[in-house]
């Protein structure tokens, strides 16, 4: 089941993107997310998909684009 519904809309609660980025458009690049709003990011991944994101993963390259994401997302299934 494709994750990114949930990860556009978490991305849409954090920044001010009208439209949804393509799967590998780098959202740092672009503008959409930047070191302030990765936080916020993160915690919202977390209470949409009840996951914990542990702080040492919180790098930009993890959450760079919606596919990265949801690859990222994946891998921390139990």
Do not use: C, W
């Not at 672009?30 to 040492?56: A, C, M, R, W, Y």
Request: proline share 9%.
């Amino acid at each position: 089941m494709s994750k990114q519904p949930g990860i556009l809309k978490v991305i849409h609660a954090v920044s001010d993107l009208p439209n949804d980025p393509a799967p590998d458009e780098s959202l740092f690049d672009s503008g959409t997310l930047d070191s302030f709003t990765l936080p916020d990011l993160v915690t919202g991944l977390e209470q949409e998909f009840n996951v914990k994101i542990p702080d040492s993963d919180l790098v930009p390259e993890r959450f760079d684009t919606v596919t990265k994401i949801e690859a990222y997302l994946t891998s921390r299934e139990t």
